[in-house]
T-cell receptor, first 115, second 116 residues
Framework: AQSVTQLGSHVSVSEGALVLLRCNYS??????LFWYVQYPNQGLQLLLK??????LVKGINGFEAEFKKSETSFHLTKPSAHMSDAAEYFC?????????????FGPGTSLSVIP | EAQVTQNPRYLITVTGKKLTVTCSQN?????MSWYRQDPGLGLRQIYY???????DKGDVPEGYKVSRKEKRNFPLILESPSPNQTSLYFC???????????????FGPGTRLTVT
């Protein structure tokens, strides 16, 4: 079955520093990939998604992610962290082997931004 | 305003007392889904629905029921809640073509359930 791993349950960066949140998936078939953000006491909202078009995907709030098939990775980056980026980030993948309908989420990475 | 609403937002109940968490979306989405969020486990899918009267189990369906009688509503039913169902629950919806594309999911604000 498809699985998603996110390296680092907590990541701290200084304001203005590079943000790098890691995501790896297990499928040998390129799936659909998503990054969602969850601000405190809110539901999730989509940051960006990869659907087999361009491998570098730009999302909202200055985030982008690069799909690397050889590494089965979809890491999320932002050049300069802002205080408002502090949130929980979830990588998700559609399970194309069994069903496009099923979306599997990673365990999440909590991002802290230090002033 | 396009949105997914859930009610109640907070619920404390006792073991065995049947409860329903409602979910409604106003975007005419075909696909709806229920997730539970637990620390360190991310979101796990409970049930999902591709359209009216079409539902299927997710990863953790035990102890839950759903129904999809109308396109906009997708209630989650706990017939006999137990303490291990204490969690944060999210409803989500999206467009979904029958060819399999799963578009962006829109999430509700969450329902925090405590079962004592």
């Amino acid at each position: 079955a498809q699985s998603v791993t996110q390296l680092g349950s907590h990541v701290s960066v200084s304001e203005g520093a590079l943000v790098l949140l890691r995501c790896n998936y297990s499928s040998s078939v390129p799936p659909y990939l998503f990054w969602y953000v969850q601000y405190p006491n809110q539901g999730l909202q989509l940051l960006l998604k990869y659907t087999s078009a361009a491998t570098l995907v730009k999302g909202i709030n200055g985030f982008e992610a690069e799909f690397k098939k050889s590494e089965t990775s979809f890491h999320l980056t932002k050049p300069s962290a802002h205080m408002s980026d502090a949130a929980e980030y979830f990588c998700a993948v559609s399970d194309v082997k069994t069903s496009y309908d099923k979306v599997i989420f990673g365990p999440g990475t909590s991002l802290s931004v230090i002033p | 305003e396009a949105q997914v609403t859930q009610n109640p937002r907070y619920l404390i109940t006792v073991t065995g007392k049947k409860l329903t968490v409602t979910c409604s979306q106003n975007m005419n989405h075909e696909y709806m889904s229920w997730y539970r969020q637990d620390p360190g486990l991310g979101l796990r899918q409970i049930y999902y629905s591709m359209n009216v009267e079409v539902t299927d189990k997710g990863d953790v369906p035990e102890g839950y029921k759903v129904s999809r009688k109308e396109k906009r509503n997708f209630p989650l039913i706990l017939e006999s809640p137990s303490p291990n169902q204490t969690s944060l629950y999210f409803c989500a919806s999206s467009h979904s073509s029958w060819t399999g594309d799963l578009y962006e999911q829109y999430f509700g604000p969450g329902t925090r359930l405590t079962v004592t």
